[in-house]
């Protein structure tokens, strides 16, 4: 039998060596002798909300050796990759599209080591981006760019030039990808070169589209349902290169959607956090991060606990951690800039509804765009919608049935409209919101008439109520034509300790940059601890 004292001997050198495989796999090996030292006196990591970055996060701090505590304040893991079930019908929040769904890329790495996705993970099938319609006249974006290429010119020969140009230039942004293996500023002149390479067709896209935005890019087309279908899916504030690399992503495969969505891969990758030993404590919201001088000591919860850690990870919304974590006593002038001026910086959000429906009276599939007669929004008047359907996944509802979900973009100024109403008035209003766009998609798709009945509506309430989501936003600041993207450290100035971990450090956000969040700034603080060491 071993002893106590052995048994935690062999388990903490099974560590040293675990983590210092870790460290060489990354590139960011420290001696066997200083991970010795560090993991005997294991240091630990308190993390601060448990999204996708949080988890992330967790997942590289335990492979790395230390020990890990995530507060969340909800009752389940996964803030906004989220999905909940209404009326025996399950509700997806989150995926529409998981860029690094293709294999040989550096952030299919990471969404395979933090249990995401496998090499056999199954992808829904589908072969198309998403459909446009205005009046009765249609395109579809396929993932097949020829089959685009020939559909949009069968539309309107007027614009072939303009055509041939985007479709071959989505060709060229097939090649982009993210940095994923360390953050930018961490990466020498090797892995810029490697990068350049892999990357090689990437500024042709940037000459010809990265200085104008989606607007000015429907502008360049005469035909109008060419103008509105580069106008519906990203707000029209978004670069035009935004959507041809996203365009590409979905077209090269490497933005597919994982089978079982939102839910299911945050519990998976939830599951890989708990066998490495990482601990999720829920229902736990942090109330401030205790500090004394420059060093944060740990956190304090809403009911009064206090929890001691070396290093807290603020991996929520950036204004929960900054104006309420760290009681905006830290917030520099980047951050300050962005959150005032929401012409420079935009965020975006929507108002859902789910539905349920008869599947044999819906015989279309994806993402549709359509026009509409007026519904308000507050003192806006919205003349399009979409809607996705979710035939793909049979379990999500009864025999028979699928899950329609119709979404309208809401800005900021939206925000403060459902801000300003009351409890009463809210929910009345989202109710007769809900029956006025269910009145409006069987309008469109008649067939529905009867066969349609409302599960759930939220709005950028929701999200902010849910997630502590500044201003109910989806993703982080939108960069702009005439705007440098907004991207920082996570380091917080005047606390040597505390790292911003979440997706809003990079725009615009989303999972890729929520998932790389996690992991640069375990390396941030490894880098820290061997320079320290
Ligand atoms: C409708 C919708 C669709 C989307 N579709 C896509 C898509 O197709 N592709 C894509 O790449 N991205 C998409 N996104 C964006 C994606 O969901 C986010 O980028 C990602 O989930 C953000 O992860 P995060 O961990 O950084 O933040 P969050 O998910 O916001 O996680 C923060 C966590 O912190 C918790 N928290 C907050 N405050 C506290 C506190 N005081 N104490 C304890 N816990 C706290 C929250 O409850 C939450 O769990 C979508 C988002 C939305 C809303």
């Not at 890329?105 to 933090?114: D, G, R």
């Not at 830290?330 to 001026?341: A, G, I, L, R």
């Not at 007669?373 to 806006?380: E, I, L, N």
């Not at 025999?399 to 009463?424: F, M, P, T």
């Amino acid at each position: 039998m071993l002893t106590g004292a052995v048994y935690k001997e062999l388990q903490n050198s099974l560590q040293c060596i675990r983590r210092y495989l870790y460290q060489k796999q990354s590139g960011l090996l420290i001696s066997y002798e200083q991970n010795q030292r560090e993991i005997f006196n294991m240091k630990k990591i308190i993390i601060v909300g448990g999204g996708v970055s949080g988890i992330s996060a967790g997942i590289y701090a335990k492979k790395a050796g230390f020990e890990v505590v995530i507060f969340e304040k909800n009752q389940l893991a996964g803030g906004q990759c989220m999905g909940w079930n209404r009326k025996q019908h399950h509700i997806d929040n989150c995926i529409h599209w998981l860029t690094g769904t293709k294999k040989e890329t550096s952030l299919w790495n990471i969404w395979n080591e933090v249990g995401a996705i496998e090499p056999d993970t199954e992808y829904v099938k589908s072969e198309k981006f998403f459909t446009t319609y205005v009046g009765n006249e249609q395109v579809t974006l396929w993932k097949n760019l020829d089959r685009t290429e020939q559909e949009l010119l069968a539309l309107s020969p007027a614009d072939e030039t303009e055509i041939k140009k985007f479709i071959t230039h989505v060709k060229y942004a097939t090649c982009c990808e993210m940095p994923a293996d360390k953050p930018m500023d961490m990466m020498g002149i090797k892995d810029y070169l490697k990068m350049g390479k892999a990357m090689a067709d990437m500024p042709k896209v940037v000459k010809e589209y990265g200085k104008i935005d989606m607007q000015d890019l429907a502008n360049r087309f005469k035909h109008p349902v060419i103008k509105t279908f580069l106008t519906d899916y990203l707000p029209k504030e978004y670069t035009a290169t935004s959507f041809i690399v996203s365009y590409a992503t979905i077209a090269s495969g490497n933005g597919d959607v994982p089978v079982g969505g939102s839910l299911a891969m945050v519990n998976r990758m939830l599951k890989k956090y708990q066998d490495l030993g990482g601990f999720l404590s829920c229902n736990s919201p942090v109330k401030k991060v205790c500090l004394e001088g420059n060093l944060a000591t740990g956190i304090e919860l809403v009911d009064g606990n206090i929890h001691k850690a070396d290093y807290v990870l603020l991996a929520t919304d950036a204004g929960e951690a900054l104006e309420k974590l760290l009681a905006n006593k830290y917030t520099d002038k980047k951050w300050q800039k962005s959150f005032s001026d929401s012409r420079k910086y935009p965020l975006f959000s929507g108002v859902q509804m789910a539905f349920s429906i008869d599947k044999a009276t819906y015989p279309y599939s994806g993402t549709i765009f359509f026009d509409c007669k007026t519904v308000q929004v507050g003192d806006k008047n919205v003349n399009r919608m979409s809607v996705k359907s979710f035939e793909y996944e049979t379990e999500w509802a009864p025999a028979g049935k699928i899950v329609l979900q119709a979404n309208i973009l809401q800005y900021d100024e939206d925000y403060e409209y459902w801000k300003s109403l009351d409890e009463k008035t809210y929910t009345m209003i989202k109710k007769k919101l809900a029956e006025e766009v269910r009145e409006r998609i069987v309008e469109k798709f008649p067939s529905l008439k009867g066969y349609i009945e409302l599960l759930d509506c939220w709005t950028p309430m929701t999200y902010e109520r849910y997630c502590n989501s500044y201003h109910g936003a989806y993703m982080g600041f939108i960069t702009r034509k005439d705007v440098k993207p907004f991207r920082v450290k996570g380091t917080v100035k005047g606390i040597k300790n505390v790292y911003l971990a979440s997706q809003w450090i990079q725009s615009p956000g989303g999972l890729p940059v929520a998932v790389t969040a996690g992991k640069f700034t375990i390396q941030r603080i490894l880098r820290k601890s061997t320079v320290n060491g």
